[in-house]
Protein backbone atom coordinates (compact mmCIF):
# COMPACT_ATOMS: atom_id res chain seq x y z
CA UNK A 1 0.00 0.00 0.00
CA UNK A 2 1.09 3.97 -0.78
CA UNK A 3 0.51 6.09 1.69
CA UNK A 4 0.50 9.85 0.35
CA UNK A 5 0.33 12.87 3.24
CA UNK A 6 0.05 16.47 2.05
CA UNK A 7 1.60 19.48 4.32
CA UNK A 8 2.59 23.02 4.01
CA UNK A 9 -1.94 23.98 4.26
CA UNK A 10 -2.51 27.54 5.98
CA UNK A 11 -3.82 30.91 6.22
CA UNK A 12 -2.63 33.43 3.60
CA UNK A 13 -3.26 36.94 2.64
CA UNK A 14 -4.04 37.35 -1.46
CA UNK A 15 -0.94 37.81 -3.49
CA UNK A 16 0.79 35.65 -1.05
CA UNK A 17 2.26 32.53 -1.19
CA UNK A 18 2.45 28.56 0.11
CA UNK A 19 4.35 25.59 -0.71
CA UNK A 20 2.50 22.30 -0.43
CA UNK A 21 4.13 18.90 -0.01
CA UNK A 22 3.14 15.54 -0.34
CA UNK A 23 5.41 12.40 1.08
CA UNK A 24 4.46 9.37 -0.28
CA UNK A 25 5.53 6.44 1.27
CA UNK A 26 5.07 2.59 1.78
CA UNK A 27 5.76 -0.71 -0.20
CA UNK A 28 7.68 0.05 -3.58
CA UNK A 29 5.03 1.42 -6.37
CA UNK A 30 5.27 1.96 -10.22
CA UNK A 31 4.57 5.25 -11.17
CA UNK A 32 3.07 7.27 -13.84
CA UNK A 33 2.40 10.71 -12.57
CA UNK A 34 1.31 12.46 -9.39
CA UNK A 35 -0.73 15.41 -9.14
CA UNK A 36 -2.50 17.94 -7.06
CA UNK A 37 -6.13 18.69 -7.38
CA UNK A 38 -8.27 20.65 -4.96
CA UNK A 39 -11.98 20.90 -3.63
CA UNK A 40 -13.35 24.00 -2.54
CA UNK A 41 -16.71 24.57 -0.33
CA UNK A 42 -19.78 23.21 -2.80
CA UNK A 43 -17.63 22.47 -5.11
CA UNK A 44 -16.13 19.48 -7.29
CA UNK A 45 -12.80 18.34 -6.49
CA UNK A 46 -10.90 19.83 -10.09
CA UNK A 47 -7.08 18.95 -11.42
CA UNK A 48 -4.66 21.52 -10.31
CA UNK A 49 -1.31 20.36 -11.89
CA UNK A 50 0.31 16.99 -12.43
CA UNK A 51 3.93 15.74 -12.81
CA UNK A 52 4.75 12.48 -15.25
CA UNK A 53 7.46 10.32 -15.51
CA UNK A 54 8.63 11.80 -18.71
CA UNK A 55 9.05 15.02 -17.56
CA UNK A 56 6.12 16.59 -18.85
CA UNK A 57 4.03 18.68 -15.89
CA UNK A 58 0.09 19.97 -16.85
CA UNK A 59 -1.60 23.41 -14.84
CA UNK A 60 -5.22 24.14 -15.09
CA UNK A 61 -5.59 27.67 -16.92
CA UNK A 62 -6.20 29.34 -13.67
CA UNK A 63 -2.99 28.68 -11.93
CA UNK A 64 -0.98 29.08 -14.82
CA UNK A 65 2.18 31.09 -14.10
CA UNK A 66 1.37 31.04 -10.45
CA UNK A 67 1.99 27.68 -9.02
CA UNK A 68 4.87 25.17 -10.08
CA UNK A 69 4.71 21.41 -9.49
CA UNK A 70 8.27 19.39 -8.69
CA UNK A 71 9.25 16.54 -7.01
CA UNK A 72 12.51 14.86 -5.55
CA UNK A 73 14.33 12.61 -8.10
CA UNK A 74 13.18 9.37 -6.29
CA UNK A 75 9.39 10.86 -6.41
CA UNK A 76 9.16 10.47 -2.22
CA UNK A 77 8.36 14.17 -2.69
CA UNK A 78 6.15 16.12 -4.91
CA UNK A 79 5.67 20.02 -4.10
CA UNK A 80 2.83 22.53 -5.11
CA UNK A 81 4.80 26.01 -5.11
CA UNK A 82 2.03 28.28 -5.09
CA UNK A 83 2.21 32.05 -5.45
CA UNK A 84 -0.19 35.53 -6.26
CA UNK A 85 -2.46 33.82 -4.34
CA UNK A 86 -5.92 34.82 -4.65
CA UNK A 87 -9.08 34.36 -2.70
CA UNK A 88 -10.10 32.04 -5.26
CA UNK A 89 -7.25 29.41 -4.56
CA UNK A 90 -9.13 28.60 -1.00
CA UNK A 91 -9.68 24.90 -1.15
CA UNK A 92 -8.85 22.28 0.20
CA UNK A 93 -5.58 20.34 -1.78
CA UNK A 94 -5.36 16.71 -2.24
CA UNK A 95 -2.06 15.07 -3.67
CA UNK A 96 -2.63 12.14 -5.69
CA UNK A 97 -0.47 9.14 -7.56
CA UNK A 98 -1.28 6.89 -11.21
CA UNK A 99 0.45 4.25 -10.99
CA UNK A 100 -0.74 4.17 -14.80
CA UNK A 101 -2.70 5.93 -17.12
CA UNK A 102 -6.30 7.05 -16.50
CA UNK A 103 -6.59 6.78 -13.00
CA UNK A 104 -5.35 8.15 -9.48
CA UNK A 105 -4.91 5.14 -7.47
CA UNK A 106 -3.81 6.77 -4.19
CA UNK A 107 -4.93 9.81 -2.96
CA UNK A 108 -3.65 12.43 0.23
CA UNK A 109 -6.01 13.17 2.78
CA UNK A 110 -5.67 16.59 1.91
CA UNK A 111 -4.61 19.70 3.19
CA UNK A 112 -6.50 23.35 3.99
CA UNK A 113 -5.39 26.11 2.00
CA UNK A 114 -7.40 29.45 3.09
CA UNK A 115 -6.79 32.76 1.16
CA UNK A 116 -7.82 35.75 2.63
CA UNK A 117 -9.23 39.52 0.38
Known amino acids: QVQLVESGGGLVQAGGSLRLSCAAS????????MAWFRQAPGKEREFVAA???????YYTDSVKGRFTISRDYDWKKVYLQMSSLKPEDTAVYYC???????????WGQGTQVTVSS
Open 51 to 57: TRTSGTT
Open 96 to 106: ALATRPGEYDY
Open 26 to 33: GRTFSRYA
